[in-house]
């Protein structure tokens, strides 16, 4: 999803779930695991995804024939989003975990994606989300279904209408993040080894499951999630 595999040459490639968001109409799990999603207002766009070179890092490198061009459009309204509406058990990892997608942020203090409840309670704190940050920021939330624990960067590390590839690894307490291939710091509240899920709350893209209803909606496109 990221360079197209290059410079790797045995490329493993077996992601527990993947969207393309190539299709308004038919949110499909590509990586055959069935976690099939139900878009409430996402739209296509055609043109503006994939432009050469910015696709491929490092730039001199070449595009090989398939490529993604395609994204799904959100808007900043609670009901816009896709909900995976019965994901597997392989989407529920509790100490080890990669998100990798591509997005092209229109707007700060929004949330891309959340996998879990985030109530107005400790008790409601469960799976992990990603939003936007005051000052274009990023921030990683966890949840181990009593307590939280969160990841944020200083100030300005995206660009507004850029593309933009994000990949966060999670590893019994400890997360990195990277923005178009380069570590970016960033600093943690800590204590959160494991991640606990709630069978009260569905994964979203777009917007974040918050004292029990979609809020925050996310501003921008987003395009091939794993």
Do not use: C
């Amino acid at each position: 999803l990221f360079n197209f595999g290059t410079p790797e040459t045995n490329i493993s490639f077996s992601p527990q779930a993947w969207w393309k968001l190539n299709d308004q109409n038919a949110i499909t799990d590509y990586s055959g695991n069935g976690n099939t999603g139900t878009n409430n207002g996402a739209t296509d766009i055609s043109s503006g995804v994939a432009v050469t070179p910015s696709w491929k890092i490092p730039s001199a490198l070449t595009i090989p024939t398939i490529n993604y061009t395609t994204a799904l459009d959100f808007v900043d309204t609670p009901g816009d989003k896709i909900e995976i509406t019965s994901p597997s058990s392989s989407m529920q990892p509790t100490t080890t975990l990669t998100l990798s997608f591509w997005a092209n942020f229109k707007q700060d203090a929004n949330w891309m994606l959340s996998n879990g409840g985030w109530g107005q309670s400790s008790s409601a704190y469960s799976g992990y989300s990603i939003q936007t940050y005051n000052g274009r920021s990023l921030k990683f939330w966890i949840g181990n279904g009593t307590a939280s624990g969160s990841f944020t960067t200083g100030a300005s590390v995206f660009n507004l209408n850029q593309w933009h590839h994000i990949l966060i690894t999670y590893d019994s307490g400890t997360a990195i993040l990277y923005i178009d291939g380069n570590v970016v710091s960033w600093s943690g509240t800590g204590g959160i080894n494991s991640i606990a899920y709630s069978a009260s709350y569905n994964p979203i893209f777009g917007s974040v499951n918050l004292g029990g209803a979609a809020q925050n909606a996310y501003e921008g496109l987003l395009s091939n999630a794993a």
